[in-house]
């Protein structure tokens, strides 16, 4: 997913010259409602990650442990990214190792997004393992990767290799565009998706428009468009809000979501991420979500 500025403060810890740590922990609790159901209640530690940074003069890794306490087949102790970056001049630089794909707007992790829960309209890949090249102009930039299964954090198969490229520019101060395609074979058929998101932030504002193409998403061919529209402002140095429209239109479903999201600052370290949000989706029902995080970083 595309990098984009975070909105909770990290301060790395120091641990030697060139090494340090940096990390976060959430604890979150949450309420959904599905038309023709019972309510489901949940409150959880969702997430502790620490991340090691190592920064030479062209040498730098990553090597990020992240643990789920959310139930599911996710849950438990997980290496999240490991991997290995030269930097070739100023202007061009490598990485090899397991690692983050580009594509999306929306982070990742929950320390980097704007409210509490990823958009219906986030398919992007996570993370996969592979060797990737950056060249970062005053014009353009581009990236490229060739990965081992494109769509399959814990894949090796070099017979699904993949490929993600994406180009980005900066046109104007504050403002991002960056375009970037995902391809990858899964099983028997190719998955792939085009990813075009633009970024604007101005003194207290961010706002975000987003669109995705989805390309052969399962077995039958399906495929499908999804769009994202968000807007975040910060009223004052400890409360900020985020609208946030996303709509899926596929094959497979059809999904229509409508967000509120606001965020106490306790300090730099410490926040709290409250959220509303509902979903229509076109094949009958709804569902209703209410949810609160508590959000550390270091």
């Known amino acids: 997913m595309a990098a984009v500025a975070s909105v909770t403060a990290q301060a790395e810890i120091e641990l030697a010259e060139g090494l340090s740590l940096q990390g976060f922990l959430e604890v979150s609790a949450q309420r959904s409602v599905v038309d023709g159901g019972d309510a489901e209640s949940t409150a959880e530690i969702g997430e502790f990650e620490v991340d090691l940074l190592y920064g030479g003069d062209s040498v730098n890794a990553q090597v990020d442990l992240n643990y789920i306490g959310r139930g599911g087949n996710d849950e438990g102790l997980e290496l999240e990214q490991a991997f290995v970056g030269y930097s070739v001049s100023d202007q061009v630089s490598l990485k090899a190792g397991k690692f983050l794909s580009c594509i999306g707007y929306e982070s990742f992790d ?33 990236y490229a990767s060739a990965v081992a299964d494109t769509w399959d954090p814990k894949g090796t198969d070099l017979n699904n290799l993949g490929y993600e490229v994406q180009v980005f520019t900066s046109p104007a101060e504050g403002l991002t565009i960056k375009l970037g395609y995902a391809t990858g ?64 239109d596929a094959d497979w479903d059809n999904i229509d979501e409508f967000t509120i999201s606001p965020r106490f600052v ?4 410490w926040s709290v991420i409250t959220e509303y949000s509902n979903r229509d989706f076109a094949g009958g029902g709804d569902e209703d979500l209410l949810a609160a995080r508590v959000l550390y970083t270091f």
């Open 110 to 142: 929950v320390d980097g997004l704007y409210q509490y829960s990823a958009a219906a309209s986030t398919v992007y890949p996570g993370h996969h393992t592979g060797l990737a090249g950056l060249y970062n102009g005053d014009a353009f930039g581009v």
């Open 185 to 248: 074979d899964v099983g028997d058929y190719d998955k792939s998706m085009l990813n075009l998101w633009a970024g604007y932030s101005v003194d207290s504002l961010t706002v975000a428009v987003e669109y995705s193409s989805l390309e052969d998403f399962d077995k039958k061919g399906d495929d499908g468009d999804a769009y994202m529209l968000m807007g975040n402002y910060a009223f004052t140095d400890t409360f900020n809000a985020t609208l946030r429209y996303a709509h899926v």
């Open 266 to 269: 306790i300090s730099d370290s």
